[in-house]
Nanobody, 124 residues
Framework: QVQLVESGGGLVQAGGSLRLSCAASGRTFGNYAMGWFRQAPGKERKFVATISWSGSSTYYADSVKGRFTISTDNAKNTVYLQMNSLKPEDTAVYFC?????????????????WGQGTQVTVSS
């Protein structure tokens, strides 16, 4: 079992920045992908970014490429999502997730473990 706890969400003006954190605990060893997804009200959960636990492989959704950066700190068992140049359309609940057995993964069904989510609101 893996437990994931997100933090760092909040309210920010358009053009601003936020850094989300995801602390992992439990069975945090072996090969697995970490990912960030987001879900706006009334919409499906969508892929944002993914990273291998080694940090050597990353992949981003086109909508955030060049603005968001995913990274890991293995010593702290933590994954980060640095979000710059935020737009109102980035407003959503952001979820951290873990996909055992994958290097990276972009689909929700690959992920077995999910955090509770953290709200990000970008005002115009």
């Amino acid at each position: 079992q893996v437990q994931l706890v997100e933090s760092g969400g909040g309210l920010v003006q358009a053009g601003g920045s936020l850094r989300l954190s995801c602390a992992a605990s439990g069975r945090t060893f072996g090969n697995y992908a970490m990912g960030w997804f987001r879900q706006a009200p009334g919409k499906e959960r969508k892929f944002v970014a993914t990273i291998s636990w080694s940090g050597s492989s990353t992949y981003y959704a086109d909508s955030v490429k060049g603005r968001f950066t995913i990274s890991t700190d293995n010593a702290k068992n933590t994954v980060y999502l640095q979000m710059n140049s935020l737009k109102p359309e980035d407003t959503a609940v952001y979820f951290c997730a873990c996909a055992p057995g994958f290097i990276t993964a972009t689909i929700t069904t690959a992920y077995d473990y999910w955090g509770q989510g953290t709200q990000v609101t970008v005002s115009s």
